[in-house]
C-alpha cells in the first residue's frame, strides 16, 4: 500500500547535543611512513564543538541523508588464488593464518582488514590450471554427471578456513562460461551460448548452489555469466545475450525458489561500467523481478555511468565486483584511482560493494591458464605471496582496508554502514574526496558510529610535486572539529545518539523519511498505519511511530 505521510520517532523531549568525540583514526600515506597504521588519540581526542573559523576545507555531514548499505569489500578466489594460500598454509602455517586474519577478520577494533565479501568462479576462470566445467560430457542435459568436485579441493579448504575467521562473509558465485557442449564453440574458451541449453544450464547453476550448500557453503548471490560480451579463445568466456541470460535466470528463479534458496540474489550483467545504459538495462527490461541487481567492472567506461542504471532502476542493486591493477604501476598514483573510481567513487555512486580481482598470486602474476592472454602486462592481486612462504599486501589491499573500516557492523549482529550525505566546501574542496557513512549499532540505545574514508590528493602545485596537509574542519549537527588530513587515506570515526535522523525505509513503492519530530516539527494529519510494511534491507532504524489524532503509539518497528 502507498503511504504519503511523513512518520517520525518522536520523543518525549528534544534530545541534547552531547560531547562527540574523535578517538580512532587509521591511516595510509602517500609516503608509505603510514600504512593502514591506527592511531588512538586517548587521552587528548579530538573534540566537536561551537563552530568556529572553517578550515580550508569543510566536510559538512549530514545525517539526514541516508542511501544504501554497504556490504563489503573484497576480492576474487580464483583457483590460482586458493593454490597460492593453499601452499603458503603448507609451507608456513602459522604466517598463512596472519596473513588470513589480517585480511578478513571484520572484529570491531582488530588490526585487520575486515574484507567480507568474496567472489568464486564457478569452473575454470583464467586463473585456473586446466580448463573444466562441473560436467563436461558432451549433451548431458540431465546433468547425471555434475560433480562439484572437478573444482580442485584446495578452492574448499582455503575458503573453509576464511570463512572460520568471518561468519558475516558474503559468498558471491558465478560461472566465467558455461559448459562447452552449451556453446556454439564446443568449448569453454569463448564462443556464444546456445538458446536450445537454457534449461539445462539453469540447473547446472541449481546444482552447483546445491553443492556448495552440500559442503557447508552458504550463498549470498548468483550471477549467470561473467562479462557476458566477452568473448576470448584463450580462456573461459562466453557471448550471451541480455534475452539469454534474462531467460536463464527467469528457470533458475522458479528452481531456486522451489529448492531452498528463495534468498539467494541472482545478480545479473557482471561487466564493464560503458554499457551501463545498455546491455544490464536491457536485461531489465526483459526480466526485471528475477534480477536482485546487476555488477559491474573497471576496464572500460566511468564509474558514472553506473547512474546511467540507477536512473532507469532506482529499486535495483548496484555491485562492483571487478577490477585489477597490474604489476609495474606506481602504487600512490593506483590509491588515488582505487578511492576515486571504486572504493569511495563506486559507492558514491550507489554500489553496496567494492571488489578487487584475484586475492592472491605470485610476485609474477602467476599462477594463470596456459596460454591465456587475459593480464598482460602481469595482474596484480591484493596480496603477493612468495615461494619461501612470505607474502606482501598491495595498493589494492591499502585503499580497500581504508574503506572497509568504516562500514563494517560495529556489534556482533549489528547492522553494515550506510552511506549518508556529505559537501566538501572551502578553498580547498577539490583537494579531498570524501565518503561518509553511518552504522547502526545492535541495541538501539547504543550511539552510532560515524566514519569519514577522506583521500587528500593534494600533491602538486603548478605541476610541481609538492604533498600538502589539509586543514580540515567538520561539520555535524551544528558542531564543529578540526583535523589536518595527510596526504594519503585516512578513515576516522565517532559516536553520537540516534536522534532519529532520516532512516529511510520502503513503504510500498514510496520512500518514507523518518526523522526527528521535535526538531522537525512534523504535524501529521489522520491516522498513520503500518500494515504490510517491509523495511529496507540493513536499515538501521529503531523507533516509534505515533498517530497525530490521539498520540497513541500504534507500533514499535525495528529496521536491522
Not at 558465478?174 to 562447452?180: A, R
Request: net charge negative.
Amino acid at each position: 500500500m502507498r503511504f504519503s505521510t511523513v512518520f517520525a520517532s518522536v520523543l518525549t523531549c528534544a534530545v541534547p547535543i552531547f560531547s562527540q568525540q574523535i578517538y580512532d583514526i587509521w591511516t595510509t600515506t602517500w609516503d608509505r611512513s603510514q600504512l593502514f597504521t591506527y592511531n588512538n588519540l586517548s587521552p587528548n581526542p579530538i573534540n566537536f564543538n561551537s563552530p568556529g573559523a572553517k578550515g580550508s576545507a569543510d566536510i559538512v555531514i549530514n545525517d539526514a541523508q541516508t542511501y544504501q548499505s554497504v556490504w563489503g569489500y573484497g576480492a576474487s578466489l580464483t583457483d590460482s588464488s586458493a593454490l597460492i594460500l593453499s601452499n603458503l598454509k603448507a609451507k608456513n602455517s602459522d604466517s598463512y593464518w596472519k596473513l588470513l586474519k589480517y585480511l578478513f577478520d571484520p572484529t570491531d577494533g582488530a588490526n585487520s582488514a575486515g574484507f567480507s565479501y568474496l567472489r568464486i568462479p564457478l569452473g575454470a576462470s583464467d586463473f585456473s590450471a586446466t580448463v573444466y566445467s562441473f560436467d563436461d560430457v558432451s549433451g548431458d542435459t540431465s546433468l547425471q554427471h555434475f560433480n562439484i568436485n572437478k573444482a580442485p579441493s584446495y578452492l574448499f579448504s582455503v575458503l573453509n578456513d576464511i570463512r572460520s575467521i568471518n561468519n558475516v562473509l558474503r559468498i558471491h558465485i558465478l560461472p566465467w562460461s558455461p559448459p562447452g557442449w552449451m556453446k556454439d564453440s564446443g568449448t569453454m574458451n569463448g564462443g556464444n551460448f546456445l538458446d536450445k541449453y537454457s534449461t539445462a544450464y539453469a540447473n547446472y547453476l541449481l546444482k552447483s548452489l546445491q553443492a556448495f550448500k552440500s559442503k557447508g557453503v552458504n550463498v549470498y548471490a548468483i550471477g549467470i555469466q561473467n562479462e557476458p560480451e566477452n568473448s576470448n579463445p584463450t580462456y573461459p568466456t562466453c557471448i550471451m545475450s541480455p534475452a539469454q541470460e534474462a531467460q536463464v535466470a527467469k528457470t533458475l528463479r522458479s528452481l531456486m525458489n522451489k529448492n531452498g534458496f528463495s534468498g539467494v540474489k541472482i545478480i545479473g550483467y557482471d561487466h564493464n561500467w560503458i554499457d551501463a545504459s545498455g546491455y544490464p538495462i536491457q536485461l531489465m527490461n526483459d526480466d526485471s523481478n528475477d534480477f536482485a541487481g546487476v555488477a559491474f567492472h573497471c576496464y572500460a567506461g566511468s564509474v558514472s555511468q553506473q547512474d546511467a542504471f540507477h536512473a532507469a532502476y532506482p529499486k535495483k542493486d548496484i555491485f562492483f565486483t571487478e577490477c585489477s591493477g597490474t604489476y609495474g604501476s606506481d602504487w600512490w598514483s593506483d590509491i588515488k584511482w582505487y578511492m576515486d573510481n571504486i572504493f569511495i567513487g563506486a559507492i558514491e555512486h550507489n554500489a553496496h560493494s567494492g571488489l578487487m580481482w584475484n586475492l592472491a598470486l605470485d610476485g609474477n602474476g602467476q599462477p594463470m591458464l596456459p596460454g591465456t592472454n587475459s593480464c598482460s602486462p602481469p595482474c596484480r592481486p591484493v596480496v603477493t605471496v612468495n615461494s619461501d612462504g612470505s607474502w606482501s599486501v598491495n595498493q589494492e589491499f591499502y585503499a580497500m582496508a581504508q574503506a572497509s573500516k568504516a562500514i563494517l557492523p560495529r556489534d556482533a549482529g549489528g547492522p553494515w554502514g550506510k552511506r549518508i550525505g556529505v559537501s566538501v566546501g572551502g578553498s580547498l574542496n577539490w583537494a579531498l574526496r570524501v565518503g561518509a557513512f553511518v552504522t547502526g549499532r545492535a541495541n538501539s540505545n547504543d550511539w552510532l558510529r560515524y566514519s569519514l574514508v577522506v583521500l587528500n590528493w593534494d600533491d602538486n602545485s603548478n605541476g610541481s610535486w609538492k604533498p600538502t596537509p589539509v586543514k580540515t574542519t567538520i561539520e555535524f549537527r551544528g558542531k564543529q572539529a578540526t583535523y589536518t588530513f595527510p596526504v594519503g587515506v585516512t578513515t576516522l570515526w565517532w559516536y553520537a545518539p540516534n536522534q532519529g535522523h532520516s532512516k529511510r525505509a520502503e513503504f510500498g513503492d514510496s520512500v518514507v523519511e523518518f526523522v526527528n519530530a521535535t526538531e522537525a516539527g512534523v504535524e501529521f494529519s489522520g491516522e498513520v498505519t503500518l500494515e504490510d510494511v517491509v523495511g529496507e534491507e540493513d536499515s538501521d532504524f529503531d523507533g516509534t511511530v505515533y498517530t497525530k489524532s490521539n498520540g497513541e503509539k500504534i507500533k514499535k518497528i525495528r529496521f536491522n
